[in-house]
């Protein structure tokens, strides 16, 4: 394990300190593998340029043929499993697994299906469990749910009320990603051997695997991952280490190469491009509203991808069009925000509704019937498409000869509630019932909107929840008179993986970026009067050092070109050091101090090999560079005055975010 205690290069005789170096014309360095160079043979051109745009509810993606001029995006609709489940033709699949208890190894789980697919399985296997259920099982009436075989079913997953031998129905598990707040406090258990990282690296894997059938027969036969540049949409407001850890997880699931791939399995040789979605959204507006719509220098656009889990919001500033009014050219206004929720949390407080009204509807579907919370879901992706927040809007799901009427109507007279019988006969909502589901984070995305309305002249909104026609309903009510144009796509939920391909092809369309918090890394500085005494320490020269401080490299808001480079001078604090630890922080502050700061975060950390110039002691130099603006930032370390030629070069690195 190597030592983090480095030095920044401090002013002065020993090693003056050359100023920080910005290039921002510096071509962008993707990570690649662990502490070696990306091969010249590797950056051949792609035939095949894939977005995946993986999604809490839904995923899909599209893809264009390089070598074509004209670039023509293309996407999928046709997915397994969706005409059985009913399920209207669209461009993304269910996000969405199907486990079954392992035979072999007790509390482990083995995948039985993805996608639509997972939820036809999973529904079919509930429903045989329901109907091998005894009605003497519950002849006495509903009593309070054992712990005993159940699956410890949270308010984050209305879907999993069966006992754990039927299985295990994977959804939402996009959210364990995401940046913790309170809502995540609700994120879906998952049971035995199932992690986030299994999960994310079981669906890529199958949805990658099915995309190259789909192009083996729109192509050609012999196409393999090795001719595709894979691309990955994710969100904006995620931190450094879960777009990190996607790139680890498209490794696992043999994406592309790198050290976590699986052995012997063919994979793309190119690294992982990450693009943000909202960002993916300005360039599907774009291409789809060019000519439609004029835009000028200096408009202001802001772009609000709403999805299933995630709100995220940008503002772009156009700094040059083409001659149809197209914008060109775009640089971010603002750092880019937004919030946890969307269409998910949607359905959670629509069955928490449920739960409130059929006050035994968990015990009813725990112990006599857990395919209710399946049926109930179906009906309720209608209804949460088709409500538009008109007067008198109501929907009804029939309860009769469902089993849940007549124990709701034995649950409440065992408690001595009276009520008419066609109190039972259906689950009723009416238009006060709707809102109360739907105002939660409808008025969550319109209050993310406010926070930057005065600044912007265009409304652009995308993602799955877009869809909904009260939402939309309610961004024209409430900021109509107040912008330009307000552009709501008609198919919203193609955006970010159509978008993600045109933006690659495009890549100089995004000229800048700001920072969203201030990065830097953990070192050691010459001690000032005011540093904690806990964290000074003598040398071996008896100067006082000041450890665990927060080197900064590009401070919270500050606009970065794409490829900016910063390069800062270290070296160990030890003579003895044969390796040295990089350890990257984050934070929320301009000018943050300490690494032990309550709001500092850990990103990511690694390793370099200082052994080769052991007789340079601490006069071993190493430079620490760090490439922002792009959507992932980019670390690397180089030995300025030992070890080879190669060493010389520049070790790219990694994160082990941990």
């Known amino acids: 394990m190597g030592c983090c205690c480095v030095k920044e290069e401090a002013k002065g005789d020993r090693i003056p300190m050359p100023p ?45 043929k ?11 609709c046709v997915w397994p499993g969706a005409a059985k489940a009913g399920a209207m033709a669209y461009c993304k699949n269910q996000t969405s697994l199907f486990y079954r208890p392992s035979p072999a190894q007790s509390g482990d789980f083995e995948l039985k299906a993805w996608g639509w697919s997972a939820f036809v399985a999973y529904d079919e296997a509930i429903s045989a469990a329901s109907a091998a259920r005894r009605p003497s099982d519950v002849s006495d009436g509903l009593q309070m749910a054992s712990d005993s075989g159940l699956l410890d079913q949270r308010p984050g997953d209305s879907l999993n009320y069966s006992n754990a031998s039927t299985g295990f129905f994977a959804h939402n598990f996009k959210l364990h990603l995401a940046p913790k707040d309170s809502e995540m406090a609700m994120v ?37 991952k090795e001719d595709v540049q894979w691309c990955l949409t994710v969100p904006a407001i995620w931190d450094e280490k879960a777009k990190q850890l996607m790139r680890c997880y498209a490794e696992k699931a043999g994406m592309i190469q790198g050290p976590d791939s699986p052995k012997g399995v063919p994979a793309s040789p190119r690294p992982l491009h990450i693009i943000l979605e909202p960002e993916a959204a300005s360039a599907y507006c774009q291409d789809s509203i060019n000519g439609s719509l004029t835009f000028e220098t ?20 156009i700094l040059e069009c083409d001659a149809r009014g197209g914008a060109t050219k775009v640089k971010e206004v603002v750092p880019s925000y937004g919030a946890i929720g969307g269409g998910t949390f949607v359905d959670r407080h629509f069955f928490k509704l449920v739960e409130n009204r059929i006050s035994c509807f968990k015990d009813y579907c725990e112990q006599v019937n857990p395919s209710m919370p399946m049926h109930l879901f179906k009906w309720w992706q209608g209804v949460k498409l088709d409500f538009d927040g008109s007067s008198g809007y109501s929907a009804n799901f029939s309860l009769i000869r469902s089993g849940l009427d007549e124990e709701w109507q034995k649950y409440d007279r065992n408690r001595g509630v009276q009520k008419d019988d066609r109190h039972y006969s259906s689950l009723s909502l009416d238009l006060d019932d709707l809102r109360q589901i739907f105002d939660p984070e409808v008025n969550k995305v319109l209050r993310l909107i406010e926070q930057q309305i005065d600044t912007v002249e265009i409304i652009v909104v995308v993602g799955g929840f877009a869809s909904s026609q009260y939402l939309r309903k309610m961004v024209k009510k409430r900021f109509n008179h107040r912008m330009k144009h307000i552009i709501l ?12 391909v045109g933006l690659y092809m495009r890549r100089s369309y995004i000229q800048s970026r700001k920072s969203r918090r201030t990065y830097g890394i953990e070192a050691a500085r010459d001690a000032v009067s005011d540093d904690p005494s806990e964290l000074v320490v003598r040398d071996h ?53 300490y690494v032990i700061e309550d709001d500092a975060q850990y990103e990511g950390s690694f390793e370099v090999d200082v052994s080769s110039g052991m007789s340079l002691g601490i006069s071993r130099q190493i430079e620490v560079r760090m490439i922002f603006g792009d959507s992932l930032i980019t670390v690397n370390a180089v030995p300025l005055n030992f070890g080879t030629r190669e060493e010389q070069k520049g070790l790219v690195v990694r994160f082990d975010s941990n």
């Open 541 to 593: 020269n008896g100067e006082k050092n000041c450890t665990k401080c927060f080197i900064p490299f590009v401070k919270k808001e500050e606009e970065l070109g794409i490829g900016h480079l910063i390069k800062k001078t270290f070296f160990p604090l030890s003579s003895s050091s044969k390796e040295i630890k990089i350890v990257v922080y984050s934070s929320p502050r301009e000018l943050p101090k």
């Open 20 to 64: 920080d170096e910005r290039l921002p014309s510096h071509p962008p360095v993707d990570p690649g593998v662990r502490s070696v160079e990306t091969k010249p043979e590797q950056a051949k051109q792609a035939e095949v340029i894939i977005a995946v745009d993986f999604g809490t509810t839904f995923s899909g993606f599209a893809y264009v």
């Open 489 to 500: 796509p008609m198919d919203p939920g193609r955006a970010i993986c159509r978008g993600a």
């Open 298 to 317: 200096g408009d202001r656009i802001l772009i609000a991808d709403v999805g299933g889990g995630t709100i995220d919001l940008v503002v772009h500033e």
């Open 66 to 76: 390089n070598s074509v001029r004209s670039m023509e995006i293309k996407d999928n």
């Open 188 to 224: 879906p258990h998952l049971p035995g051997n199932l992690t986030p990282e299994k999960l994310t690296v079981d669906y890529l894997r199958c949805l990658a695997d099915y995309i190259m059938e789909q192009l083996k027969g729109a192509m050609r036969n012999d196409l393999s």
